[in-house]
């Protein structure tokens, strides 16, 4: 499809707002040449007016509106393209033409200025033609995460621990994660949990005399626990000689997989501090788990997190996926269903994202067809929240994706008080986060401006091993940030 645009360049956010009902698609931009509608495109234009005009197949739509202010023209058009797209589609995705990746941010800016529940949605809806169903998702999420916002010490940080490892590939997974059965995994590994302790030991030398603490830890992945159990206590042992972890409040290992999950390692997890896990089935359907490339069964999910229970962990989240393959509003309502029956402290809801770097995107072309007009899996994420609020697990912290089906969301919900904090931080982008290890992404937040400066580690493990020294250019702006808090 090709995107022209005249007398303007806001290709970013119009790119953002096609994707809503183009998802999939790849775009051509053409900012000087003329407009032609013999294929599937888009005009933008500002004039002395605002015209849209698009074709999809044999339909055409066009919107026009007085030109306003420069500073409401990008948001302006936007909304124009959003009313045109949802005419050619027939769909009308319920977050509007809302792009942003934080809508709790803007809601917590609208409780701010005095809205309540009712004000918030006529903003939102006025603005973004987002529905009361996801205004409302938000403003909860925004009052529920509230007490844990105004709890934080802005002399805190987090500190995240990447382990880039997974059993397997799953068929949707885009993220930086090698299967520990590729080649040279059992050379590789080892290299990388010693070049990771030795960036824990060097990040906590950087953090001596510093006037900041750590407030939560998070090990994530890839599966932490692909690792061994003796790789996880280094790990862990690691952390706490290196930084002072005194007086953290939460501390989370994601032990990810019940195929990647024993006793030991759950024990190691458990003795060198963890205050909470995550056990992920994803799904309790055993055929939409091998559909997807999870070498366990529902079974084996049941077994490790009785296992958990019994070694003593007392804040286990689960996660799941709304819109996996094969599966069906039927199979999603089973598995909310059997996941309150066990009680966990909290349980996430993901919608499934497609990127292009997902086995999933190459090869289901089927599933490609129903990607953005199939209704079930908004179905399935209205239950998941009808159901676990009525439960008492309440909306903690919400983030969307592009290329998420339905353009809906990813929500975690948990019961009072057990409401992770690191989650929440990370998400609303209010608290400084050190982290370490391959795709590690270090945000430091300046505490006069809010501007927030990003440090990325490599992406991928070999690469962050080899080059490694390279990589730790960026430390000394990080130790003078630290030592001008």
């Known amino acids: 499809m090709t995107i022209y645009f005249e007398n303007n360049s806001y290709k970013y956010e119009v790119e953002a707002v096609m994707k809503l009902f183009c998802p999939l698609e790849s775009f051509e931009f053409v900012f000087d040449g003329e407009y032609d509608d013999t294929d599937d495109s888009l005009l933008v234009c500002v004039s002395d007016k605002l015209t849209v005009s698009a074709k999809l197949g044999e339909k055409k739509q066009a919107a026009e509106a007085p030109l306003c202010p420069e500073s409401e023209r990008e948001l302006a058009l936007c909304r124009m393209i959003y009313t045109v797209m949802s005419q050619l589609t027939g769909v009308s995705p319920e977050w509007g033409c809302l792009t942003g990746i934080r809508p709790v941010k803007k809601v917590n800016v609208l409780i701010s200025e005095g809205c309540d529940k009712d004000g918030v949605y006529e903003r939102l809806h006025e603005k973004y033609f987002i529905s009361r169903r996801k205004s409302d998702l938000s403003y909860l999420t925004a009052i529920t995460q509230s007490p844990a916002l105004q709890s934080?010490?802005?002399?805190?940080?987090?500190?995240?621990?990447?382990?880039?490892?997974?059993?397997?590939?799953?068929?949707?997974?885009?993220?930086?994660?090698?299967?520990?059965?590729?080649?040279?995994?059992?050379?590789?590994?080892?290299?990388?949990v010693e070049m990771l302790c030795k960036e824990i030991e060097e990040m906590g030398e950087i953090l001596k005399g510093k006037n900041t603490f750590c407030d939560t830890v998070y090990i994530g992945g890839g599966t932490p626990t692909s690792l061994s159990a003796a790789q996880i206590e280094k790990i862990m042992k690691t952390i706490e000689k290196s930084i002072d972890i005194s007086r953290i409040r939460e501390y989370t290992v994601e032990a990810g997989r019940a195929d990647s999950i024993t006793e030991d390692k759950l024990i190691a997890i458990r003795d060198n501090g963890a205050t909470r896990i995550?056990?992920?089935?994803?799904?309790?359907?055993?055929?939409?788990?091998?559909?997807?490339?999870?070498?366990?069964?529902?079974?084996?999910?049941?077994?490790?997190?009785?296992?958990?229970?019994?070694?003593g962990f007392d804040n286990i989240?689960?996660?799941?996926?709304?819109?996996l393959p094969t599966d069906t509003f039927e199979g999603f309502k089973d598995t909310i269903d059997r996941l309150i029956e066990l009680d966990p402290e909290s349980i996430t809801v993901h919608t499934l994202t497609v990127k292009r770097s997902a086995e999933l995107f190459k090869t289901a072309e089927s599933f490609r067809a129903g990607y953005l007009t199939d209704d079930s899996v908004s179905r399935m994420v209205n239950y998941a929240f009808d159901s676990l609020t009525e439960k008492g697990f309440m909306p903690y912290y919400l983030y969307r994706q592009k290329n998420t089906v339905g353009n809906l969301e990813n929500v975690g919900y948990a019961k009072q008080g057990k409401e992770g904090l690191y989650n929440i931080f990370i998400m609303e982008e209010a608290q400084n986060i050190l982290a370490c290890g391959a795709s590690g992404s270090t945000k430091l937040i300046d505490p006069e401006t809010g501007k927030i400066t990003r440090y990325f580690n490599y992406k991928y493990p070999y690469e962050y091993i080899s080059r490694y020294e390279k990589m730790m250019g960026y430390k000394p702006l990080l130790e003078k940030f630290l030592a001008d808090m």
Do not use: W
């Open 152 to 192: 934080l010490d802005p002399k805190s940080f987090s500190l995240y621990v990447a382990i880039p490892f997974c059993p397997s590939r799953c068929s949707y997974c885009s993220f930086v994660s090698h299967s520990i059965r590729s080649k040279g995994a059992k050379e590789l590994i080892p290299q990388y």
């Open 278 to 311: 995550s056990i992920n089935p994803q799904t309790m359907q055993d055929g939409v788990l091998k559909a997807i490339g999870r070498q366990h069964t529902a079974a084996q999910f049941e077994e490790c997190y009785s296992l958990a229970r019994r070694l």
């Open 317 to 323: 989240n689960t996660d799941t996926i709304a819109g």
